[in-house]
């Protein structure tokens, strides 16, 4: 009989395939995000004038002055009334429903005299309402 212990070989985990394949998608991550760089479109974007961009007949411009007058397309309105603006917006509205309200407003202006012309292109059934800005480099210039 044989008592001698049996020799067991330990168990052993065998690093070097793991380690590959970490680096096969390193290099692979490498190499895609140094491509990207590559892959970017250098792109020359049409140039409008802004004047023929304007003469679109679905647009209706309300301008509010910093004191509340307002003037729609371009035409002063006389009356600050709500019910002045909503007839003066029916009338500008070429496209009938489908018109779009494009307030353009002074940062000066008063709170209500916007919240005025919304309620006058809501009775007005206009119910696309947009509000003109500009950009910050666009401002400084002005100043």
Known sequence: MN????????PEI??????DVLLVVLIFLM???TYSKFTELQLTLPVANAEQQRNRPKEIIVSVAADGRYAINKAAVQDRSVTVLTQALTTAAV????????????AMAPHQSVVSVM???RRAGLSQITFATQTSAAAGMAK
């Open 31 to 33: 190499l895609s995000t």
């Open 3 to 10: 008592f001698r212990p049996r020799h067991r070989d330990e």
């Open 14 to 19: 065998n690093l070097i395939p793991f380690i």
């Open 119 to 121: 309620e006058a292109a």
């Open 95 to 106: 496209a009938g429903l489908d018109s779009i309200v494009i307030i353009s407003a002074d």
